[in-house]
């Protein structure tokens, strides 16, 4: 005797959004929550790097795709021209010893430091490549989104991306099967 069970509100649900959401041309789509992320790498590799402070369990000081490397090292340190570090101020006088006025100073490292050459104490270039981290994936774009607003103050920011589950031939059956409990809705 074969025994009748009832589909859950959900899997219904879940069905209708399937049979509604946009694929992404796309065929047998999975949504998929990205970030992009920086990773380490040679610098023969990438054109971009980073400055972090090594102190401060590596902060971004500076990335070189954001302008000016020495601006924004003098913008972090945010310092007083009377009260300058003493990182910056022992790297000008090694190099400059005529110059005594703090804004001199200042002006004498923007002009002359290179990050990629140079050393500051606590600092330290890293150069980088880009990625993307894939942080979930759900059967719908609904989930997706609704992780987004739950959890974008965990991550860079996120995004959804459609991927196909070509080659998963489990997950594309379950997909289907899902999308069977209803109808598909017509375009009127």
């Not at 021209?81 to 190099?95: A, Q, Y």
């Not at 002006?107 to 880009?130: A, K």
Request: charge should be negative; hydrophobic fraction near 35%.
């Amino acid at each position: 005797m074969s025994q009748l069970i009832e589909v859950p509100a959900f899997l219904l649900e879940m069905s209708q959004q399937m049979h509604s959401q946009d694929n992404r041309c796309t065929a047998d789509p999975i949504w998929q929550v990205r970030c992009k992320r920086f990773r380490p790498t040679d610098r023969n590799y990438s054109d971009r790097f980073h400055v972090v402070d090594r102190e401060n369990d590596f902060s971004l000081v500076a990335d070189s795709f954001l302008g000016d490397i020495n601006e924004q090292i003098v913008n972090y340190l945010d310092f007083d021209e009377d009260d300058l570090p003493v990182c910056l101020e022992k790297w000008v006088d090694k190099r400059c010893a005529g110059l005594s006025n703090g804004q001199e100073k200042i002006d004498y490292f923007t002009e002359n430091f290179d990050s990629d050459s140079d050393e500051l104490d606590g600092v330290e270039t890293v150069w980088v490549e880009e990625y993307e981290d894939v942080v979930k994936s759900c059967l719908t774009e609904a989930d997706a989104l609704a992780f987004i607003a739950r959890k974008q103050h965990d991550y860079p920011k996120l995004y959804t991306y459609v991927e196909s589950m070509v080659f998963c031939p489990q997950m594309i059956e379950l997909r289907n099967w899902i999308m069977s409990l209803t109808k598909p809705e017509v375009a009127a």
